[in-house]
């Protein structure tokens, strides 16, 4: 069975590059009908880490996505760990390092003095005296002494970790007896049947030194994927500025989760040229193996086109639910299909698209002066004041199509160009010259509140 986890450390929010490697770990698993474990590492005891995973687990469901089974909470396994602890010690595969403080940075100055790498020198490794007093030891794992160790990533390959250049015996837990995080990663993937490690590539350095503490305890070695960072448009590592905000972030923006998903899917993996995927297909399709090699970059342009993708693709039933987080009440609206089918081909985003709603719906108290200025010259109250005239006199009046009939008879009768009325009338009805086609917003605004329209303009412009 394929087990995939993601183990956030507790940083109080979800941000966009842990929810990609969340993303891709979970589709792995569902795909094959595995497991997706969420654990919280939050051995720092001094974070919160209660609110931290009530916050993953909130964006989790915004998204659509979900964990298996409990969450596993690294702060309560003290127990666990200290097990192993004393088992590595009863083995002697890791001993009591008595050094001091002092020793110790000693040890480090003289080391980058020579321009050497910082590493423990094992001095007690195989020691046999008696300890000096005073010390609280701190628990070291018996690294192998040289060689290699060769990391198998099914992203960038077999990577090879000279022992030199990067091992030592590292500390597992600390003079007070709490773990190190690099032990307590490894006891826990393996306890919690992790077979596949998806995680970024800023932990590769870490892995070498799992798997010493997999191999001194006999574990099996999980298959590794060190996912690639994501970098911004000037090819550095993503910054809150550049987007690696709270996921909830998106939502008050207006992203929908479909696109918020399909962006990150396609931030590092691709499947031939193919840009829109559902979550469904994901779950079909994904392949850590066909995971870029290289950083990808953050685009918001094109987060904004897929976000438009999926809401023009979205039932007006829907789009009309989600617009109520953004403050908008249309559920009940009678021409609702008109409003949203004129506006979803314009939004980038359901927030833009909110406003863009609100600004057909609600009578004008802005006037774009300068627009208005030019809109209203010459006759053209003359000309809103026919058209008001139809307006009010015509019998049946529902259809876009019906407002368009009154126009096209307005500039039939006076000769005039379709702009001689097309330009003030979208004046009076919007108060600037973008927005919608007029006849759907008169279809939309209905016949009492177009000419109550018309007639604030006449009344503030003549
Ligand atoms: N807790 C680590 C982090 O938030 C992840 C560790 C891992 O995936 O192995 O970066």
Redo the contacts with the bound molecule.
């Keep these: 069975m394929v087990v995939t986890?993601?183990?956030?450390?507790p940083?109080g929010y979800l941000h966009i590059g842990?929810l990609r490697?969340a993303l891709f770990s979970y589709l792995w698993a569902r795909k094959h009908n595995g497991k997706f474990l969420l654990r919280i590492?939050d051995t720092d005891k001094a974070r919160n880490s209660k609110q931290a995973a009530e916050a993953i687990v909130n964006a989790f469901h915004w998204l659509g996505l979900e964990h298996d089974g409990e969450i596993t909470y690294q702060s309560k396994r003290d127990e666990i760990y200290a097990k192993y602890i004393k088992q590595l010690l009863d083995e002697g595969k890791a001993y009591r390092c008595y050094m001091s403080k002092e020793e110790l940075s000693e040890l480090r100055e003289t080391q980058m003095a020579n321009k050497q790498r910082t590493k423990y020198e094992g001095k007690y490794r195989d020691f046999t005296g008696t300890p000096p007093e005073g010390i609280e030891p701190a628990i070291r794992i018996k690294a192998p002494l040289n060689g290699e160790i060769i990391v198998r990533d099914g992203i960038k390959g077999n990577v090879v970790f000279k022992h030199e250049d990067i091992l030592d015996d590292f500390i597992i837990a600390r003079a007070d007896g709490s773990p190190t995080y690099n032990f307590v990663?490894a006891i826990d993937?393996h306890l919690m049947g992790v077979t596949e490690?998806i995680?970024?590539d800023?932990?590769l350095s870490?892995t070498p030194k799992q798997i010493v503490i997999y191999e001194a305890l006999g574990f099996d070695i999980p298959n590794f994927y060190h996912v690639p960072m994501i970098h911004n448009a000037e090819g550095k590592k993503l910054s809150k500025r550049d987007g690696a905000t709270d996921v909830m972030a998106y939502k008050e923006m207006g992203y929908m989760p479909e696109a918020l998903l399909n962006f990150l899917v396609r931030l590092g993996w691709s499947h031939g040229d193919q840009e829109i995927f559902s979550l469904d297909e994901m779950r079909e399709l994904f392949d850590p193996k066909n995971i870029n090699k290289s950083a990808s970059i953050y685009n918001t342009e094109k987060l904004d086109w897929l976000n438009s993708h999926y809401i023009k693709n979205t039932p007006n039933n829907e789009l009309a639910k989600l617009l109520e987080q953004y403050g908008l009440l249309l559920t009940s609206h009678d021409k609702k299909e008109i409003l949203l089918d004129a506006l979803k081909e314009r939004a980038k985003t359901l927030k833009e698209m909110a406003s863009l709603v609100y600004e057909v719906i609600s009578t004008p108290t802005y006037y774009d002066q300068a627009a208005a200025e030019k809109a209203l010259k010459g006759d053209a109250l003359e000309i809103l004041n026919i058209f008001k005239a139809k307006v009010s006199a015509a019998s049946e009046l529902h259809l876009p199509s019906d407002y368009h009939h009154l126009m096209q008879e307005v500039v039939d009768e006076m000769k005039i160009g379709f702009g001689k009325i097309g330009q003030p009338l979208r004046i009076a009805l919007l108060g600037k010259m973008s927005g919608p086609g007029l006849d759907n917003v008169m279809a939309i605004i209905g016949r009492d509140e177009t000419i109550l329209r018309i007639e604030n303009v006449i009344l503030k412009h003549s």
């Design positions: 986890r993601f183990a956030p450390s940083t842990g490697t590492e990663v993937d490690v995680r970024g800023d932990h870490n």
